[in-house]
């Protein structure tokens, strides 16, 4: 049942009553990013496996990249996707 204080009010507002907002819109976030990485390796024909060797990293970590509910990415590791997928990283505040 919604509760009248929230008739009228937008999701965003309540979201941010319920302290939920940042946490959905960091998981949005990492949801874009994991979208567009898979985007561009399948563009590149890459595997997890291939993608992981290139960063020198683990498959396990690969994964954990392309999780879309796992927002603990760090901005060391989106460089380095970006860099081995040919591309650059920008970040802004809005």
Request: no cysteine.
């Amino acid at each position: 049942m919604i509760k009248k204080e929230h008739l009228g009010s937008n999701f965003d507002d309540f979201l941010a009553e319920e302290d939920l907002l940042d946490e959905a819109e960091a998981i949005a976030i990492k949801r874009v990013i994991a979208f567009e990485v898979e985007e561009e390796m399948k563009k590149q024909n890459l595997t997890k496996s291939e993608l992981a060797e290139k960063m020198k990293t683990s498959r396990t970590a690969v994964n954990r990249l392309l999780d879309p509910r796992n927002t603990s990415i760090n901005l060391r590791t989106m460089e380095k996707t970006a860099k081995v997928l040919g591309k650059k990283l920008k970040v802004s505040f809005a």
